[in-house]
């Protein structure tokens, strides 16, 4: 795939407009993967008719600042210690992402709110970076005003793309609870070379934001990651304030993290030690990073001196081609969270972050 811009970082790329790079960072699946259906027997309650029906469920559509109407589903769980909002890859929907985030609001014992982005599944515009910020803030106001979550209560949770609204929304609430980065990016323009500064046109921009998250950062990617490449991951928790002990999976691609045991694993420790430490501390600000139960996991290292000055290029090929290099001969332990989702997720070829 041709992006239409040089890899140099001279004065050339000048020219590039960032709507033009918007252009190739959207890749919503088509058709979408489910319908959002009112049942007039329950008073025009939205139902997704491709998916099991919950009663602990909620469809909501909302309207954002920009004009667009975007679907949310929120999952109840009677013990939630926290809510978390989730902002899902680029190349998914929220029918193909329900039973995950059902199987995480179990697991983690949260609230789980997650939203389309707008262009995305039944949400209607154009998915731009700006939209999604106008996005994601819908989908906090309505967790605030309808479902009286507070700063203090919220989990940000941002898989690949999702990380750039996800660090947006974080940049800007400083009493949040935690925020977790699923194989986060650096930058737009820096998925595809690898810039030393930041240019005018680039999208998603977390890495001039990430100093201004005030709260605790748990940071999760592969170490096999041909999309994006770990070295983002590693960096951005570099330049955390308040760090969580990382997890980096040994051998984990772009969009296999969920089949590691070590992946449930480690968010449920990171989520259960926020609320821990909220209690303990009574409001007050320590880290939470317990030597003795958030060690390096086995499947990577937290070293940050891995670190190399330059980012190197990302492959562009199809994400068939790609997972199927990753393979190792010893296979991760599949686990019970995860239903056969690299299949579930029908990539399409080309950029899928």
Request: glycine share 8%; charged share 25%.
């Amino acid at each position: 795939m041709n992006f239409g811009f040089a890899c140099d970082e001279n004065d050339k790329m000048g020219g590039v407009t960032s709507s033009i790079a918007a252009k190739f960072a959207f890749f919503p699946p088509n058709p979408p993967s489910y319908r959002v259906v009112p049942d007039e027997s329950c008073g025009g309650v939205l139902y997704i008719p491709e998916v099991p029906r919950r009663d602990d469920v909620d469809v909501i559509k909302l309207r954002t600042r920009r004009g667009n109407e975007i679907v949310a589903v929120h999952v109840k769980h009677p013990k939630a210690s926290a809510t978390m909002l989730y902002s899902h890859g680029n190349a998914a929907d929220l029918g193909q992402m329900f039973e995950l985030f059902v199987e995480l609001s179990a697991r983690l014992r949260v609230n789980l709110m997650g939203y389309d982005y707008s262009g995305y599944g039944q949400s209607t515009g154009k998915a731009t970076e700006y939209n999604t910020y106008a996005d994601i803030d819908a989908a906090y106001k309505c967790l605030k005003e309808k479902y009286g979550v507070k700063d203090e209560q919220l989990i940000l949770y941002g898989q690949s793309v999702g990380s750039g609204p996800t660090v947006d929304l974080a940049s800007r609430l400083p009493t949040l609870r935690g925020v977790v980065l699923h194989s986060p990016i650096l930058s737009g323009l820096r998925v595809l070379y690898p810039v030393k500064r930041t240019y005018w046109f680039d999208i998603y921009k977390n890495i001039d934001k990430m100093a201004m998250v005030n709260c605790p950062v748990l940071v999760i990617h592969g170490t096999a990651d041909e999309v994006v490449d770990s070295s983002h991951g590693k960096q951005l928790w570099v330049l955390c304030k308040e760090k969580y002990e990382p997890l980096w999976l040994s051998g984990g691609g772009h969009c296999n993290l969920e089949l590691y045991p070590e992946f449930i694993k480690h968010l449920k420790k990171f989520v259960h030690s926020l609320g821990r430490s909220k209690s303990a501390t009574n409001g007050s600000k320590t880290s939470t990073v317990d030597s003795d139960e958030c060690k390096p996991p086995e499947t990577g290292t937290s070293d940050s001196s891995e670190l190399g000055s330059d980012l190197p290029e990302v492959s562009r090929n199809s994400l068939d081609s790609r997972l199927e290099k990753s393979k190792k001969p010893n296979k991760p332990e599949k686990s019970r969270m995860s239903t056969d989702r690299v299949d579930t997720f029908k990539r399409r070829k080309g950029l899928v972050w």
